[in-house]
């Protein structure tokens, strides 16, 4: 079956360390990986995307890697700040096949601590 | 920075009525877009929008959804006969044209702030 995975667990750290977030998927094969952060009550706003032939991405204090043998991405904010709090959604799309939809996951929640 | 704009924020309505959502997407964009989000769980894709027509739906897009671009401004999401399982947050977004090359990022979404449909 086609799954997508972030860690349900919120993610706790302290001011100033790096957050390393993860999105693992089975039996997708997308063009593009993207990153969207969600305030509560807010809708989802794109950070980064990456696509299928990069290895690496980055902007500012994001980064952004994409394994597509082992179906993983990574997702690091560096210098992690309190406003930085908020869940962050991993989202496949679009498709080989021109689509463009989105599948999302249903995110981690990041918590930093001042 | 534009944005794409919902109302309203909030929308009560009883079952079996028809409620109508509305959006405003970024002006020079050209692929829109409708996702919803029940409380707790993932954002899903319900539809895209393209040259005037559905170009995609989801399983959850059915017979008493239909989507509309009355204009040249707004973007319109219509229930036909709400359904307590209706109740979620209904995002629109959109999306540039895809041809602004490699490193224009024209394939990310903009989202609007919501539209949190209660039925009753």
């Known amino acids: 079956s086609q799954k997508i995975e972030q860690n349900s667990e919120a993610l706790n750290i302290q001011e100033g360390k790096t957050a390393t977030l993860t999105c693992n998927y089975t039996n997708y094969s997308p063009a593009y990986l993207q990153w969207y952060r969600q305030d509560p009550g807010r809708g989802p706003v794109f950070l980064l995307l990456i696509r299928e032939n990069e290895k690496e991405k980055r902007k500012e204090r994001l980064k952004v890697t994409f394994d597509t043998t082992l179906k993983q991405s990574l997702f690091h904010i560096t210098a992690s700040q309190p406003a930085d709090s908020a869940t962050y959604l991993c989202?496949?799309?679009?498709?080989?096949?021109?689509?463009?939809?989105?599948?999302f996951g249903s995110g981690t929640r990041l918590l930093v601590r001042p | 920075e534009p944005e794409v704009t919902q109302t309203p924020s909030h929308q009560v309505t009883q079952m079996g009525q028809e409620v109508i959502l509305r959006c405003v997407p970024i002006s020079n964009h050209l692929y829109f877009y409708w996702y919803r989000q029940i409380l707790g769980q993932k954002v899903e894709f319900l539809v895209s929008f393209y040259n005037n027509e559905i170009s995609e739906k989801s399983e959850i897009f059915d017979d008493q959804f239909s989507v509309e671009r009355p204009d040249g401004s707004n973007f319109t999401l219509k229930i036909r006969s709400t359904k307590l399982e209706d109740s979620a947050m209904y995002f629109c977004?959109?999306?540039?044209?895809?041809?602004?090359?490699?490193?224009?990022?024209?394939?990310?979404?903009?989202f609007g702030s919501g539209t949190q449909l209660s039925v009753l």
């Open positions: 977004a959109s999306s540039d044209d895809g041809r602004g090359g490699p490193e224009m990022e024209n394939e990310k979404l903009f």
């Open positions: 989202a496949l799309g679009p498709w080989m096949d021109s689509s463009y939809k989105l599948i």
